[in-house]
């Protein structure tokens, strides 16, 4: 079937608008300058000798893998929004994946194959602009999750099974998924970017003021490393930090308030940092430190994208109700004709 409009080949497919905010030039820059000074000063450190042979091996390796990290991030999304939806899936299937064989829920074949077959369909709904249909997901594999397996007759551990594989697609399945269903903005380009920057900085800014200013431990048994003093420190520079970036994504509309924009701070990175700690929670759980060794120095994917989780389904919202619903303006069902 033909697109619905130029409007939205464009936005799926075409790379050519991928640098016309420049909040997204200025993203860019600043990452592209944060890689180069990080990279020689730990290769410059190691060269030096002011590090142990073990400590320069995982920064290198950290590092490494942060500029194939960031490729396979920034990449999808300056092609385009079609690019990114299915970048979103895998992602979704590979943090599920994880989760699954962290809690024991990965030889449970069918609530495995109902999260893949709802994931794929939240992807298409992404794709479509059937914003019904993505919303319909999560109640439709959250009832296919309950009742697919009755027909096993095995009541036996039917609570938990039901209940980690109900948990796994509503947080990696369909939260994730709200990061495709933002691709229906035109400014998902450096939406998207902003969000993400802001939830990898939310942790930096965590771990640096913790330990720069230490005191109490704030939750001890959970996640030893974190201090209130960094938690704190944290919601403030990632506040500011989204708040300026936000003030220039959305100006002239009604999100640029100081409010609003306090707000949207306020949100990603509480929830990001409620992410991080509900993921530390599971690990503790079931005894691992990572979910798997998928990207070298950084563990799995939950590793290395916990902290993301829940601030997808809240910004989309958040600015839905400021906004309308994100990507109103554009066509809607444009492969399934609406």
């Given amino acids: ?16 608008l991928a640098f016309d905010h420049p909040v997204t030039i ?32 995982e920064l290198k390796l950290r ?19 079609a690019y990114t939806i299915v970048a979103v899936v895998i992602l979704s299937l590979l943090c599920y994946r994880e989760y699954a064989r962290a809690v024991g829920i990965s030889g449970h074949f069918v609530i495995n194959f109902i999260v893949f077959v709802c994931t794929l369909m939240a992807g298409f709904a992404c794709f479509d602009h059937y914003d019904r249909l993505f919303f319909a997901c999560g109640a439709l594999g959250t009832g296919l999750i309950v009742v697919g397996t009755i027909h096993q007759d095995q009541p036996k551990g039917f609570n938990q099974r039901v209940a980690l594989g109900l948990f796994g697609w509503l947080l990696f399945g369909y939260s994730l998924g709200y990061l495709g269903l933002m691709t229906n903005d035109p400014r998902f ?37 974190k201090t209130i003093s960094g938690s704190v420190g944290a919601m403030v520079l990632t506040t500011i930090l989204v708040g300026v970036l936000m ?11 100081w409010s609003k924009l306090i707000t949207l701070g306020v949100i990603i990175s509480g929830l990001g940092q409620l992410g991080d700690l509900t993921l530390s929670s599971i690990k503790r759980d079931v005894g691992i430190k990572d979910f798997s060794a998928a990207i070298p120095g950084h563990g799995g994917f939950l590793d290395r994208f916990d902290s993301l989780v829940f601030v997808p389904p809240a910004v989309y919202h958040y600015l839905s109700l400021v906004l309308g619903p994100l990507g109103s303006d554009e066509p809607i069902r444009i492969f399934t004709g609406g």
Avoid at 29 to 54: E, M, P, Q, R
Avoid at 63 to 73: D, E, H, M, P, R
Avoid at 209 to 215: E, M, N, V
Avoid at 247 to 257: C, I, P, Q, S
């Fill in 247 to 257: 003030h220039y994504l959305f100006r002239g509309t009604a999100v640029d308030h």
């Fill in 189 to 225: 380009r450096p939406l998207l970017l902003t969000i993400i920057l802001a939830v990898e900085m939310n942790d930096v800014f965590a771990y640096c003021c913790g330990k720069t200013f230490k005191g109490p431990k704030l939750l001890p048994t959970t996640s030893p490393g």
């Fill in 26 to 57: 200025g993203i860019f820059v600043f990452i592209a300058a944060g890689i180069v000074i990080s990279g020689a000063a730990i290769y410059g450190a190691a060269a030096a000798g002011k590090l142990k042979a073990a400590t320069a091996t």
């Fill in 1 to 16: 079937m033909m697109l619905a409009a130029d409007s939205s080949f464009t936005r799926l497919f075409d790379p050519r």
């Fill in 63 to 81: 590092w490494q893998s942060w500029c194939v990290l960031l490729f396979a991030i920034a990449g999808p999304i300056l092609l385009g929004a």
